[in-house]
Structures are given as C-alpha cells and as structure tokens.
C-alpha cells in the first residue's frame, strides 16, 4: 500500500474555475462578489449575526484582541493545550495569560477551574473547541456574565458543529474560525471572524479595513472614507474567496464522508478502550461530531513514541499535538508556576490519525488494524 499522510487537502474539482472568475472580473482585491457569496453563506446556514472573511484565524483573533480593547496589564484566560495563536493575538495587545487546565475527558478548558483562576483584571475567556467538539458554553457564558468579562470562541476546528442545537460560534460575544488546509474547509489560508455582539459589527469593519471606514463609504453610508481607528489589512483577496466557495457549496458532502470515516475508526478502535488500552474522543450529549480530528490517547509518552513508530514502519502517518504553552520557551518566564497536568498528559499522550476526504475504507481499516496489532501483539 502506498505511504498513508497525515493529511490531504481536498479540492472538490470547482476552485479553479471560481478563481478563474474572479480574476476575469477584474475585481482581485478584497470584498467581490465571492466575499459576499461566502459571508451570506455562513450567515444564512449559522445564524451568525455578521461574518467577516480573514486571511486567518490568527487574524480574526487578533481583530477581536483588538475589539475587546486589550491593554498592557489584562489578562485573558486559556486552555495551555491550544493552538500558540488562540493566546498571541491577545498577548500581541499586552495580556498577561492565565492559563488553564484542559477537562480529563477531553481537551477542552476544565470548566471546573477557569473562575478561580478570575482576578479584577481579567478581560476575557477564549474557549477552544477541540477537534471541533463544543465546551460546555453554557457554564462558560454564565462564568462570564457573572464575573462581566468577554468570551471569544476559538472555533478553529469548529465548522459545522454545534453545542445544544446551537453552531459554534455563535455563542460568544466574538467566534474565529480557520480555512487553514489543515482544516474541514479550506482555502489555503484563511479564517473568519463572527460578530455576535452587534456593539462590535461597526468597529470591526473599520479595523479590517486597515482602521478606516471605507466599507461603509462602498455601502454609500458615508461620501469619504477616512482613518478613525486602529487596525490593520485583514481581508483576504477574492482569489481566497473564490477558493473558499467552492468549498462551502461542498460543505454537507465533506461533512459525511468525513464522519463516516470517524466512525469507522470508532467502531475498529472501541474494543482497545473497553480493555482499557487507549481513550477515544469523547463527546459530551451537548455536542456533536464535526469529524475535525481522530485522536486516541495513550498511556504514556514511551508508549505513544513507540505507537508513532510501528505506524511509520506500515507507511502511516501519525501525528500528536501541541505541546503545553505554559512551557513554550516564549512563555514558560512569564508563566506564574502553576502546574497545569492534564494539558501536559495531552502533551505526552495524545495522538492523531490521518482524517481527509480522501481516505479510502481499506486505509482506514489498515491503519486501525496495524493500532490494534500493537497492542495485541
Ligand atoms: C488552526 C488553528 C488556529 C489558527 O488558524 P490559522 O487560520 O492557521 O491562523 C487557531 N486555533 C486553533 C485551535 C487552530 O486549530
């Protein structure tokens, strides 16, 4: 069998076609036609109140940095098992970051512990929906109202999947999503910013625009645009955009076969949880599967090295995750000397199994076959 990736980028045969028309309609810039048919999109399937194409989800998170007002002296905080960007946007504005353990059932922020990590000068929460699967945003948005602070979704990893009924990213006062090729959608590079707030829509407009008001003057709003704000250029080109719609309007076919092959990693997998070999992802009854990742957790890091390499041996691919950024070199010094353990054994444990499209059933039942060897062997 040919050599097994971690991952493949999925083009659904229509992307170049839509560049093709953006680039012919002589309009490349930001905010065409496609910017408008992908925020409509996700305004019409989601609910949310406004979207806002990025060039990433870094950047939609440091658009909502900014939005918050983040200064020299606040502090937000975050699961330390995340991504270095949900907490670099706000350190890029002078947070301090308070780092939070991650649940024992899933990566996800331990809801348990975030209020007694509150202080006076906490601003904000950054949930991160790991692997897509939803944090108990209720407990969250009430810990936040109680305490007035703000919440923005890290939703990454989180298309299409949904907390109580409810999508991701709607909930917070502010949601970032990633078109990473990394992720279910994809335009190479590429993030959205949803503004649930409606104190917000106006501002962060302005700070996509590089801190100008030229969007409401494009509306006819206003008859000259000008600088009155911060900010910076956030917006993507509609060659991004172009990319991007042709894969939304495949959204639903993406989804299940995805999900299909997400459960059929679950079904092969499920008797080495039941003997307590491995864990398997858990989804809590508020949320659903958006099949972002298969991960399993192993019992140590010896263990998990060795899984790597019997998997590399059969041409597999497989990969673990972040490593505990209250460890990072940048900001083990600034770190206040908690011990954060459950991040730290995701650190060691966790690891990822090729997810793509593309995976064929005999794939999928090879690498499980070849897991399942290394634990009966
Ligand atoms: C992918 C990812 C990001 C960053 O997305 P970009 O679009 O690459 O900037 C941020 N947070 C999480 C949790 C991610 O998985």
């Known amino acids: 069998m040919k050599k097994i990736p971690f991952n493949k980028p999925y083009l659904t045969g229509k992307e170049t076609e839509y560049i093709k028309q953006a680039v012919e309609s002589g309009k490349i810039s930001g905010d065409g036609i496609f910017t408008k048919k992908c925020h409509e999109f996700f305004e019409r399937k989601y609910g949310f109140k406004k979207v806002l194409l990025t060039t990433s989800c ?22 330390s098992y995340t991504f270095v960007s949900t907490v670099n946007a ?6 301090k970051i308070v780092f939070c353990d991650s649940a024992i059932e899933n990566p996800n922020i331990d809801i348990e512990q975030i209020e007694k990590l509150i202080t006076p000068k906490t601003k904000a929460i950054i949930p991160v929906h790991y692997a ?27 298309i299409d999947s949904f907390y109580k009924g409810k999508p991701l990213g709607s909930i917070g006062h502010l949601a970032a999503f990633s078109f990473h090729e990394t992720k279910n959608i994809i335009s190479g590079e590429g993030g959205m910013l ?8 106006e501002r962060a407009e302005i700070i ?8 409401a003057f494009f509306r ?11 900010g910076s250029s956030f917006l993507p080109s509609e060659i991004i955009a172009a990319f991007l719609y042709a894969q939304i309007e495949n959204l639903d076919d993406i989804q299940a076969k995805r999900k299909y092959i997400w459960n059929t990693y679950y079904n092969a997998l499920k008797p080495l949880e039941e003997k307590e070999k491995i ?9 659903t599967n958006n099949a972002h990742m298969f991960y399993v957790v192993c019992k140590s890091l010896e263990e998990r090295t060795r899984l790597i390499a019997h998997l ?12 505990s950024l209250h460890k990072s070199p940048f900001y083990e010094n600034e770190h206040n000397g908690s011990i954060i353990p459950v991040s730290d054994n995701y650190t060691d444990c966790l690891l990822r199994l090729p997810m793509y499209y593309e995976l064929t059933d005999e794939q999928v039942n090879f690498i499980s076959q070849e897991i399942l060897s290394f634990y009966y062997k």
């Open 58 to 79: 870094t950047d939609a998170l440091e658009m909502a940095a900014i939005l918050l007002d983040i200064k020299e002296g606040d502090e937000v905080i975050a699961p």
């Open 90 to 95: 706000f350190v890029l504005r002078g947070a």
């Open 132 to 158: 897509g699967i939803a944090c108990d945003m209720d407990e969250i948005m009430r810990i936040a109202n109680k305490h007035n602070l703000f919440v923005v979704e890290d939703a990454a990893q989180a």
């Open 194 to 201: 949803i503004i649930n707030d409606e104190r917000f829509i």
């Open 208 to 215: 996509r625009e590089k801190g100008t008001n030229r969007s």
């Open 220 to 230: 006819g709003e206003i008859d000259k645009y000008g600088w009155v704000d911060i």
């Open 279 to 287: 864990k398997l992802p858990f989804i809590p009854d508020y949320a």
């Open 312 to 323: 590399k041996t059969n041409d597999i691919l497989s990969v673990f995750h972040y490593l």
